[in-house]
């Protein structure tokens, strides 16, 4: 550590915005969608792909399989043209000092009921925590976010805590 | 074959899964998860960007870990939580291994359950996505 990183990256204006609750946006699980995810990752299982096999395993309809949370709706008004999800609402507060590299530092997924073809989601997402620290990549400014999925029926199905890395 | 509580034993190592990935499966990864980020599918993009070339994207290999523990589960047991953090980068057309290791072996609030640490080692061995995993089995 030299004197050149005592002021915090991270502002005031910073921490006031962790736990501020983001609007809840829908996501759609259909077959098609499972199959693709599937597919791509190179799933065998055949109840990510055969309606009848995921029957007889006791699915509902074909399972989301792991790491798929449904997909949001894509509407060229609102959403992301790289990501699909909705654009935000601009950058929000920046730390002290300019970071200018993003990395994705990690994924967690909670899953506490089975999500199938035919449920719609509803995710909320809000920041949970804010870190510095100096690393390998120099100074790091470390994010925590937490997306809670709801199905349907108001059941939180998922809980996904994303790390976001910016130096 | 699904795999039960009772056969598990702690230390034990579960089968290993492993992948390469073509372009093409990253362009079909893409499509499956909505990230269409240019890094990994267009190679004069990602070296603008300072990379190698085009990089596996980390959400893939939470996703094999996924396949991984959904192999060794089966359809009778169930994936309650994995993670895992993206350390190394990983390339098409690479050997990625995925592992996982039975940590501890235990019931709680009636069911069965197995924490493992689980992990992608890219074609030198180095461990370059480390995670971890709770799976319920009957």
């Given at each position: 550590m030299t004197e050149a990183t005592a002021v915090?990256?991270?502002?005031?204006?910073?921490?006031?915005?962790?736990?501020?609750?983001?609007?809840?946006?829908?996501?759609?699980?259909?077959?098609?969608?499972?199959?693709?995810?599937?597919r791509s990752v190179g799933h065998t299982d055949p109840v990510y792909y055969d309606e009848a096999a995921a029957k007889a395993a006791g699915y509902r309809s074909l399972p989301c399989p792991p790491g798929y949370l449904g997909t949001p709706i894509f509407d060229p008004r609102t959403s992301d043209a790289t990501f699909g999800g909705r654009r935000g609402g601009g950058p929000g507060p920046q730390p002290s000092r300019p970071l200018k590299r993003v990395l994705n530092g990690g994924t967690e997924i909670e899953m506490l009921e089975d999500i199938c073809a035919g449920d719609v989601l509803t995710a909320t997402s809000h920041l949970a925590a804010l870190e510095e620290r100096a690393g390998s990549l120099?100074?790091?400014?470390?994010?925590?976010?937490?997306?809670?999925?709801?199905?349907?029926?108001?059941?939180?199905?998922?809980?996904?805590?994303?790390?976001g890395i910016r130096y | 074959m699904a795999t039960t509580w009772n056969e598990v034993t702690e230390g034990m190592e579960i089968p290993a899964l492993k992948k390469n990935c073509s372009t093409q499966q990253l362009v079909q990864w893409a499509a499956g998860s909505g990230d269409?980020?240019?890094?990994h599918y267009d190679k004069d993009f990602a070296m603008g960007t300072g990379l190698p070339g085009i990089i596996v994207h980390g959400a893939l290999k939470h996703a094999f870990l996924g396949q991984l523990l959904h192999d060794w589960v089966g359809n009778t047991g169930r994936i309650k939580r994995f993670g895992c953090s993206y350390r190394g980068m990983d390339y098409p057309a690479k050997d990625i291994v995925c592992r996982g290791v039975v940590k501890r072996k235990y019931e709680e609030g009636g069911e069965k359950l197995v924490d493992l640490e689980v992990w992608t080692e890219d074609f030198e061995g180095k461990k370059t996505t480390p995670g971890f995993a709770t799976v319920r089995l009957p």
């Open positions: 915090p990256l991270i502002t005031d204006e910073m921490r006031a915005q962790i736990g501020k609750e983001s609007e809840p946006w829908t996501l759609e699980v259909d077959k098609t969608a499972v199959r693709m995810f599937a120099g100074e790091m400014l470390i994010s925590t976010n937490k997306t809670v999925y709801k199905n349907q029926h108001g059941r939180v199905v998922a809980i996904v805590t994303g790390t | 269409f980020y240019q890094i």
